[in-house]
């Protein structure tokens, strides 16, 4: 029997090179699913699609394992006796990593946390979606330009804001409306008008024949949780948090006013980070499934070319019959 490579077996886990008390990936479609949604962010960069992959022991908690067998000595005293093997509980969960990109005070609970069962898995999941979210929100703060101050919202010296201060109440959808009517009404190109779900903010955007055009919107709700449209569309956006303060909704629109809109009418997306020397208007799966169709419709017209060529060729072939059979008939 060949053993698997050094390669293979290897701990799956970012910044773990441990190759000795590895535990293989579940079979069980459901198990292997609580595993990957533990693991998230630190599985290992190629290592999503591979088909065996590892985890070391020290990713699991002491109380996931089973307790050592203790010997009973002739005078009564027991002696544990170390596993040549460790083995998992049924059930067990990986749940120690190396949080760098997780908040201090959920990793601080997860490392205090004892339970290998669903709890466990239920906060890995809610760390994955906010590091991923984070990280996000760190490459759109560096790649968005801020150049154009005009389409920006910048808080006056002067503003009146509900909230400051010794404010005890929660900031609600009627604290919003008052505090952008007294800061920003009709000063800016984002319009506020009112909706049946909440409040709908608007970017009225003037094209070259000076033609208001409303290119994309933000909706609060009355639960204050936030929607981005684009040309009535709903956009999949994913850094837009529920709203706090004034401040929340200042940031969302000038994220939103910075991004670009994707130009495909389908675009699932609808926004798009701007990419430096980039000419190109679509989103990057948009500019993906543009080459995809491009590429098709080259081999297309490759093989009908190729075709037209075989026709071509075979019908000179029949004219060369043709000859050669008359010249010998006459001959």
């Not at 693991?39 to 089973?66: P, T, W």
């Not at 059930?91 to 201090?104: A, H």
């Not at 490392?111 to 759109?140: H, L, P, Y």
Request: aromatic content about 8%; charged content about 30%.
């Amino acid at each position: 029997m060949i053993k698997p490579t050094s390669m293979s077996r290897i701990c799956t886990v970012l910044h773990c090179r441990e190759k000795n008390g590895l535990f293989k990936f579940p079979s069980d479609p459901q198990e292997l699913f609580n595993w990957e949604q533990a693991v998230g962010i630190n599985l290992r960069k190629g290592r999503s699609n591979q088909r065996v992959r590892y985890i070391c022991k020290d990713h699991f908690e002491a109380n996931c394992f089973f307790a050592e067998p203790p010997k009973i000595m002739k005078d009564g005293t027991e002696i544990p006796l170390t596993r040549k093997r460790l083995r998992l509980k049924p059930g067990s969960i990986p749940s120690i990593f190396p949080y760098k990109s997780i908040p201090s005070s959920i990793s601080k609970h997860l490392q205090n946390s004892t339970n290998c069962g669903e709890a466990s898995t239920d906060i890995e999941t809610t760390c994955t979606k906010t590091a991923r979210k984070k990280q996000v929100a760190n490459v759109i703060a560096k790649r968005l330009d801020f150049g154009e101050e005009d389409n920006l919202l910048i808080l006056p010296c002067d503003a009146e804001i509900i909230g400051n201060g010794d404010f005890l109440e929660e900031y609600s959808i009627t604290h919003l409306a008052t505090d952008w009517k007294k800061n920003y009404g009709g000063r800016t190109k984002w319009g506020m008008t009112d909706a049946s779900q909440g409040i709908c903010f608007s970017y009225i955007d003037k094209s070259d024949e000076e033609v208001p055009n409303v290119t994309r919107s933000l909706l609060v709700k009355k639960d204050m949780s936030v929607e981005a449209f684009v040309n009535g569309r709903k956009a999949n956006f994913p850094i837009l948090e529920s709203i706090l303060s004034f401040h929340d909704v200042m940031d969302h629109l000038n994220k939103i006013s910075c991004l670009r809109v994707c130009a495909n009418t389908s675009c699932e997306n609808g926004f798009y980070i701007p990419v430096l020397k980039s000419g190109s208007h679509l989103c990057k799966p948009c500019q993906k499934i543009m080459k995809r169709k491009k590429d098709r419709e080259k081999k297309q017209e490759q093989r009908g070319l190729k075709k037209i060529t075989k026709e071509k060729k075979s019908e000179k072939l029949q004219q060369k019959y043709q000859f050669f059979t008359v010249y010998l008939k006459s001959v």
